[in-house]
């Protein structure tokens, strides 16, 4: 089993990523080849950088970074489930990524997007860029929501159609294949 850790990038007040942080949290839990962490970024709470020494050295001097750092290191794997603000990704998410270097190296990572008629697709571009940098692999599938409130019931539950399923299933997948092979760099 490979360790998932499902990435919730926005923190604002009123926000609806974790809604369907908790619905891909949920069809990965379903998947056999994955132990399923949520990690919500307004809960975690990181400030704006504030580590003195630059990433890469891991010469950490907070322990929310300490924490973090662990957090990340555990992971073999990482869903980033991403807003689109200003055709890009939220701000809390890049300063998360951030903070780290080594941690997020030679791992696999799918997306899922979401927003108005784009679906987030701006900002899961954008966060490809970040995260090749970073030595994580983004995987092609992904899963891209446009007009995303409609799938949001009066519970506040995501209820996903056909083709978000569908997406979420092919993502699942080719992440457990890639992780495989990434895993196996680790080791070396």
């Known amino acids: 089993m490979y360790n998932l850790k499902i990435i919730n990038s926005t923190t604002r007040p009123g926000r609806k990523g974790i809604i369907i942080s908790s619905w891909i949290a949920n069809a990965a839990k379903e998947h056999p080849e994955f132990n399923v962490e949520l990690i919500d970024l307004g809960e975690v709470n990181l400030p704006m950088m504030d580590e003195p020494f630059h990433p890469a050295m891991q010469k950490y001097q907070n322990q929310h970074t300490k924490d973090w750092s662990a957090k990340i290191d555990a992971a073999d794997a990482f869903i980033f489930v991403t807003a689109e603000y ?3 990704y939220p701000a809390p998410l890049k300063n998360a990524l951030d ?3 080594k941690e997020w190296g030679h791992k696999a990572a799918g997306i899922v997007s979401y927003g108005g ?3 987030g697709t701006r900002a899961a571009q954008m966060l490809k860029l970040s995260l090749s940098s970073l030595r994580i692999t983004p995987l092609v599938e992904s899963v891209s929501i446009p007009f995303f409130d409609q799938f949001i019931n009066d519970e506040d539950v995501f209820v996903g159609n056909d083709i978000t399923e569908q997406a979420a299933k092919a993502m699942l997948d080719e992440l457990a294949r890639q992780t495989a ?8």
């Open 86 to 88: 200003n055709g890009s």
């Open 99 to 101: 903070y780290l270097v």
């Open 117 to 119: 008629v784009s679906g």
């Open 181 to 188: 092979v990434l895993k196996t760099l680790r080791s070396k």
